[in-house]
């Protein structure tokens, strides 16, 4: 049955909407009622009690905000008469609690079918990667992806052309403006497939990115420590890597970088220098031999049965809305816990998106160290963006506030649900592999592709992405899970949609009910089954650039 509003913590003295109340609705709150003062939008909030100005407002259990005006009981609480306001923290107080695991008893024999590397990771895909150390060879990437991906069975993007063709012989029978903008143009049609000659390699992936040279030095290593992460990834078989040969991201920086990740690499990878190669042709034609050579290495390798514990999610949300920290994300918090229960690995990340929660991430951390670590992460981050003149506060979107994401605290005390309750075991800072089974925290923006792109490149080999308002993100090797936190999104937007946790809005599931059915989508995923994101060719990369530029 569906209520009307949720109070999300005992300690809570706002509500969320969970349909539109119109004004005069009464409300249940602790044995009695509410009335509303005012229109209240599904996903926003009201206060049942009312506030005065420099009050505190809570939710989720934490401090997300104060009250700039007086609100009156059953108000709506709103940009304008709120403020951001999280509580301090301090890692000497750390105060590790003991964690109550989730029984996972009848998942314990649980596999998927993956692609076991030499490193012992396993793969939920195989693919080749093409990679420009700098930006100067993004051109050379693309005429190699023309070369190589029709050709060879991997064209995946839907083929608007005959919409133009109709539209074309629309102006050429002399129809007006208006008639073209109310023509009924067919759907686009799939490209036609070639038969794919290496069916055991499920992409060729092809990055782009604008850093390598011109900035400073840290960039460009950090930069090759990101690329290292994917070459070295488990779901990847191999690549072929593009250097101009002069900039600062030398190939020598990567394969450095290779050798922390992998000492013992042994992966085919190709690295061509244009300046010693010469001529275009001379550079695409030796990458086309090496390449395709590459997958036909690559098309020898299997998909096996492999634990549950091989399993590497990051966990990522984007286009927020009000539901977000009370459906999808606390499901995912659940397939979280249960996946450390049985021995994997979690990543949570946004750091900007942790502000509030702080304090019960570092009494979360398994040593004082690693609590120091995200403290001092999380101050360096911050007093970052405030040299810049902003800062954690300004993180919601225009998006996140008109869907009841009114504060920075607001929003992170829901992002942060994304995460379980069980113990962080290790704080990363970007571009950092995860090495340690458990709850992972990597330093990354709040930026929903930066953070992506991170989380893969760190390990991570399938996300879980959560969004109310809807997204396409994908990522080029891992796959990326889109679980809407609302019905209505996932009925509008069904394309890009692959699990719906407004269920649990709509009284139907549990949190734990709709946690286990994503782990159970996240089994065949792991083993093969297509998500949306693969399914649009959708391979959004976004490398974190933390300098200035020189």
């Not at 009000?322 to 021995?343: E, K, Q, R, T, Y």
């Not at 113990?423 to 992506?452: H, I, M, Q, R």
């Not at 890009?496 to 809005?505: A, F, S």
Request: proline letters at 6%; a negative charge; charged letters at 20%.
């Amino acid at each position: 049955m569906k209520h009307q509003v949720a109070r999300i913590h005992p300690a809570d003295n706002v509500l969320v909407a969970l349909v539109d109340l119109p004004i005069g609705t009464e409300v249940p709150w602790e044995g009695g009622y509410v009335t509303t003062t005012e229109a209240i939008p599904a996903k926003h909030k009201l206060t049942p009690l009312g506030l005065s100005v420099g009050q505190s407002v809570t939710m989720y259990g934490v401090l997300v905000g104060k009250a700039k005006e007086a609100i009156r009981p059953g108000g709506r609480l709103t940009t304008a008469n709120m403020q951001h306001a999280t509580n301090s923290y301090d890692e000497n107080a750390h105060q590790r609690a003991a964690w109550q695991a989730p029984d996972v008893s009848g998942w314990q024999n649980r596999t998927f079918l993956g692609y076991h590397r030499a490193d012992g990771r396993v793969g939920t895909a195989n693919y080749w990667l093409v990679i420009p150390l700098v930006f100067c060879e993004n051109r050379n990437i693309q005429v190699l992806k023309d070369a190589l991906i029709t050709d060879l069975g991997y064209e995946r993007r839907k083929n608007y052309q005959p919409e133009t063709r109709k539209l074309l012989s629309l102006l050429q029978a002399g129809k007006s403006v208006e008639e073209i903008l109310s023509a009924d143009l067919a759907a686009g049609e799939d490209v036609a497939q070639n038969q794919r000659p290496f069916p055991n390699v499920d992409g060729i992936r092809f990055l782009s990115h604008e850093g390598g040279c011109g900035g400073i030095r840290q960039d460009a290593q950090t930069l090759c420590g990101l690329l290292a992460g994917y070459i070295t990834h488990p779901n990847v078989a191999g690549a072929t890597v593009l250097s101009l040969g002069c900039q600062n991201a030398q190939a020598s920086m990567l394969q450095e970088e290779i050798a922390k990740r992998d000492p013992h690499f042994s992966k085919p990878l190709y690295i061509l220098d244009q300046q010693k190669l010469g001529t275009e042709e001379a550079l695409i034609s030796t990458a086309l031999r090496q390449t395709f050579a590459g997958l036909m290495i690559a098309n020898q390798a299997r998909r096996e049965p492999a634990p549950l514990k091989a399993l590497n999610i990051g966990l990522e949300c984007g286009g927020s809305d009000g539901f977000s920290g009370i459906s999808a994300n606390p499901a995912l918090g659940h397939v979280s816990d249960m996946l450390v229960a049985l021995g994997g690995s979690v990543i949570l990340a946004e750091f900007p998106e942790l502000c509030g929660v702080e304090q019960e991430l570092v009494d979360r951390s398994v040593e004082p160290a690693v609590a120091e670590r995200f403290s001092s992460l999380m101050k360096a981050y911050g007093d970052s963006a405030v040299a810049v003149g902003s800062g954690f506060d300004m993180n919601p979107s225009p998006g996140n506030i008109r869907d009841g994401l009114i504060t920075d605290a607001m929003k992170s005390a829901g992002a942060a649900r994304k995460g379980g309750s069980s113990p962080v075991v290790a704080v990363l800072d970007y571009p950092e592999p995860v090495t340690k089974p458990g709850l992972n925290l990597l330093c990354t923006p709040g930026n929903d592709v930066e953070s992506t792109t991170a989380e893969v490149g760190s390990g991570a080999n399938i996300v879980l992405f959560t969004t109310g308002l809807g997204t396409p993100t994908g990522n080029p090797i891992a796959p990326v899970i889109k679980v809407a936190s609302n019905t209505a999104l996932a009925k509008r937007m069904p394309d890009i949609i692959d699990v719906n946790t407004g269920t649990v809005i709509d009284g139907e599931e549990t949190i734990e009910q709709a946690g286990e059915r994503i782990l159970d989508y996240v089994i065949r995923v792991a083993s093969g089954e297509e998500v949306a994101a693969v399914r649009h060719d959708q391979t959004d990369f976004i490398p974190w650039k933390r300098g200035v530029s020189l």
